[in-house]
């Protein structure tokens, strides 16, 4: 029996899809015509045609302010995975870092951005590097969460081949032990990546000069709603740009996942 191809294999991949878009296309026809029957007013509940009109109409101001979010949003992301990385490597690596940090790291997480963005105001004033700050904070939590319970997932026969060779247990850890933790990894950031626009947007709405939750704020005093899904629309997409991006980089750095492979490959 011939082997699949590779291309009937990524149209199986592809075709896993399509129940989404079909979702996604029956809410928004379904809403549409829900808004147009029962004569919704737009302040209440916009239709989708709505929303893309507004869009359209406000893109020259809404895109800028984009622009912001996705600068301090982006700038924050890249910081949070890199102190996540380095510090669930120390808590791995010392345990009495562990029992310093991690206990603060968990605080931090409970605690509501609402608490903590008059701090960053008061500290960093209405400018974007506050911002940036508290996506680096609330992002960094989940990655280091990840590469600890990674690099203790590391089968040990790892460990012992590499030190048998004659690397020592610093070389060893950073050019064995994080290579095999990098899929767990890579999913604590993409657990980052989930929310690091939505944090952006809501410290701007605390408190900021521009961006999309100072958009937010003007769109709800004044009771535009198509506004409110158009930020709300931008924010969404920025979110699934950042993630597609993490899974390329992930798939270049380490390859297709397990779960990507055709489970028929191999049968004749």
């Known amino acids: 029996m011939a082997r699949p191809s590779r291309q009937s294999h990524h149209s199986r991949r592809y075709l896993r899809w399509l129940p989404t878009f079909a979702a996604v296309l029956a809410i928004l026809v379904i809403w549409q015509v829900w808004v147009e029957a029962a004569h919704v007013p737009q302040t209440v509940m ?5 929303i893309v009109d507004a869009t359209v109409e406000t893109w020259p101001t809404l895109w800028p302010a984009t622009l ?9 992301f890249l910081f949070a995975v890199a102190a996540g990385i380095m510090v669930g490597v120390g808590c791995y ?11 603060l790291l968990y605080a931090a997480q409970t605690m509501p951005l609402i608490s903590i963005a008059p701090l960053f105001l008061i500290w960093f004033g209405f400018e974007t590097s506050g911002k ?28 012992d081949v590499a030190l048998t ?20 990894i890579f999913g604590g950031i993409r657990i980052s990546a989930a929310y690091t626009f939505a944090t952006a947007a809501t410290a701007e709405y605390l408190g900021a000069r521009r961006g999309l ?32 991006a993490v899974s390329l980089t992930e798939r270049v750095l380490l390859g297709p996942a397990d779960e990507d492979e055709d489970p028929d490959a191999d049968q004749l």
């Open 165 to 184: 060779c004659g690397a020592t247990p610093v070389w060893t850890l950073w050019h064995v032990k994080l290579r095999v933790a990098a899929r767990q």
């Open 46 to 50: 916009p239709s989708p045609t709505q």
């Open 68 to 76: 912001t979010t996705l600068e301090e949003g982006a700038i924050g």
């Open 213 to 244: 939750g100072i958009w937010l704020q003007a769109a709800y005093n004044s009771f535009r709603m198509p506004l409110i899904f158009s930020a709300t629309f931008m924010i969404i997409v920025l979110t699934c740009v950042l993630l597609i």
């Open 93 to 103: 690596a010392s345990k009495t870092l562990d029992a310093a940090l991690f206990p």
């Open 132 to 159: 940036i700050v508290i996506v680096a904070v609330f992002g960094l939590f989940p990655i280091a969460v990840q590469t600890i319970r990674g690099l203790r997932d590391v089968p040990r026969y790892y460990v």
